[in-house]
């Protein structure tokens, strides 16, 4: 069972559309991440948040933590052909840094 | 400007035989760790390191060996490859191994074992 479940899995798109991707769990994080990861790539961080209820944006991408700090979303606005990859959310629990199995996003011209 | 650098890229190997790969980080961060990538069940932290000469397990430790002797390199020796241990590894460092503090990742070595 993941500490963090993030959904969809997989999401296919065509250029232009938005979309939301999630990441949720039972337990409270002190802080949550996104990477990005792209094919033969390790991931990259995208953003940090740690305060609940906390929005962050990055360009087209607008990030939120919940409220009581066990969930997360990642929102794109008219998504691009180079928006296509593998995202992670990664939350400190404890003293662990725990990674979901991460949403793949396929966005096609 | 080179960050985390990993070798192989890509590796195959008979059950049984053994292996290194190499991490190898420029950035004189303090905390190195190995991670594996499998379908479905997001980054496992294997062993990591809070330093030169200082090792730590983690979460799907058994397998793997790491040492620590500089601060640049944390290479991850698998002692008898099993094809459980077919996936792909990364090497991520930070600059002070502080949980939540920004992970830099190498581009990952694709192993399998046959």
């Known amino acids: 069972t993941q500490l963090l479940e993030q959904s969809p899995q997989f999401l296919s798109i065509q250029e232009g559309e938005n979309l939301t991707v999630y990441c949720n769990s039972s337990?409270?994080?002190?802080?949550l991440q996104w990477y990005r990861q792209e094919p033969g790539e390790g991931p990259v961080l995208l953003v940090t948040?740690?305060?609940?209820?906390e929005v962050k944006k990055l360009k087209r991408l607008t990030f939120q933590f919940g409220d009581a700090r066990k969930d997360s979303s990642l929102h794109i606005t008219a998504a691009q052909p180079g928006d296509t990859g593998l995202y992670l959310c990664a939350g400190v629990y404890g003293n662990k840094l725990v990674f979901g199995a991460g949403t793949i996003l396929r966005v096609k011209s | 400007n080179a960050g985390v650098t990993q070798t192989p890229k890509f590796q195959v190997l008979k059950t049984g035989q053994s292996m290194t790969l190499q991490c190898a980080q420029d950035?004189?961060?303090?905390?190195m760790s190995w991670y594996r990538q499998d379908p479905g069940m997001g980054l496992r932290l294997i062993h990591y390191?809070?330093?030169?000469?200082?090792?730590d397990q983690g979460e799907v430790p058994n397998g793997y060996n790491v040492s620590r002797s500089t601060t640049e390199d944390f290479p991850l020796r698998l002692l008898s490859a099993a094809p459980s241990q077919t996936s792909v590894y990364f090497c991520?460092?930070?600059?002070?191994?502080?949980?939540?503090?920004?992970?830099?990742f190498g581009s990952g070595t694709q192993l399998s074992v046959l």
């Open positions: 390191s809070v330093g030169a000469g200082i090792t």
């Open positions: 950035m004189n961060h303090e905390y």
């Open positions: 948040v740690v305060t609940g209820g």
């Open positions: 991520a460092s930070s600059y002070a191994g502080t949980p939540g503090e920004k992970l830099f």
């Open positions: 337990s409270v994080f002190s802080s």
